[in-house]
């Protein structure tokens, strides 16, 4: 069974910095690309940021490519979101997620997801 199990958020005021984590279990982590997404209130999930199983990453909105940074260490089968120079704008759950089948293409659907973790980012 898989769990993918975020931690690392929290209140943060704008201008600071969080790091998620989101800790794997039941899948052979090193050949899967992982993702991040977040989805703010009464809005629809949206892309953040992925890191593919060749540890390429990738990041969503351009709002994020200069401040955020995913990682992943395979030894301990985790996945980062390092996250600087917060705003208000970056309110929201984060969740992350596993595609669906190993060695997968960027453009491959996300099928496993974790629970997710709040950020909240006060002005």
């Known amino acids: 069974q898989v769990q993918l199990v975020e931690s690392g958020g929290g209140l943060v005021q704008a201008g600071g910095s969080l790091r998620l984590t989101c800790a794997a279990s039941g899948l052979f982590f090193r050949q899967y690309s992982m993702g991040w997404f977040r989805q703010a209130p009464a809005k629809e999930r949206k892309f953040v940021a992925a890191?593919?199983?060749?540890?390429?990453?990738?990041y969503g909105p351009d709002s994020v490519k200069v401040r955020f940074t995913m990682s992943r260490d395979n030894a301990k089968n985790t996945v980062y979101l390092q996250m600087n120079s917060l705003t208000p704008a970056d309110t929201a759950v984060y969740y992350c997620a596993a595609q669906g089948r190993p060695n997968g293409l960027e453009s491959e659907p996300y099928a496993m997801w974790g629970q997710g973790t709040q950020v909240a980012v006060s002005s």
């Open positions: 890191i593919s199983w060749t540890g390429s990453s990738t």
